[in-house]
């Protein structure tokens, strides 16, 4: 993540995810995997999102900005994709001034995903479609290894994993059970995350 520090802003450029990068091995109610995002998936996510929130370590109560606002950018490129934002957040400012930033997050749901056994026992999850709904910057531990700080190949990046559950039943619930287990599933991905970071 390239940090400027202006007088009361900071501007971020870097990568929140580099595709085809596989994360660390994660936990779900399936057992451990491992999981890549497949190249065009945020291409797709971000044609189709009416915005996407920038946010402080996931907290929908530390909004730092918005697309729809002005002050966040996201594109997917050949690397993967990449964040530009203004922040005048006072905290932020100081912690990027103190060097407590430690990368970038997204929080997603899984529209469309793929998985393989792993050789060594451990799954393999290709996302091939996702819904974005937002990117963090963060100032703990990241759990996620595929993105850029200061830009560089080798840098760490937590990824807020959005887990899968069994597709088996998910087809035999009602649609308006399955869209209030999607959104338990999706809260209980936020503190698994949040227990992770720490």
Not at 82 to 89: E, G, I, N, S
Request: charged letters at 35%.
């Amino acid at each position: 993540m390239r940090v400027e520090i202006r007088n009361n802003s900071i501007n971020l450029d870097g990568y929140v995810n580099v595709v085809n990068r596989e994360s660390r091995v994660l936990p779900s109610v399936r057992g451990k995997f491992i999981e890549h995002i497949v190249p065009g998936a945020f291409k797709k996510a971000l044609e189709q999102a009416e915005d996407v929130k920038l946010l402080f370590n996931h907290s929908e109560h530390r909004q730092l900005g918005s697309i729809k606002q002005g002050n966040l950018t996201l594109n997917e490129d050949v690397i993967g994709l990449r964040a530009k934002c203004t922040v005048d957040d006072a905290e932020i400012i100081d912690k990027a001034k103190r060097n407590e930033l430690r990368g970038w997050s997204f929080g997603f749901r899984v529209l469309k995903d793929e998985w393989n056994d792993g050789e060594d026992g451990i799954q393999r999850r290709a996302i091939k479609e996702l819904q974005l709904n937002e990117v963090s910057i963060l100032d703990r531990t990241p759990a996620y290894y595929a993105t850029s700080i200061e830009e560089r190949a080798d840098a760490e990046e937590l990824v807020y994993e959005s887990r899968g559950f069994d597709e088996i039943t998910v087809e035999i619930i009602e649609t308006e059970e399955k869209r209030d287990i999607q959104e338990d599933e999706y809260q209980y991905n936020l503190n698994l995350i949040k227990l992770l970071e720490v």
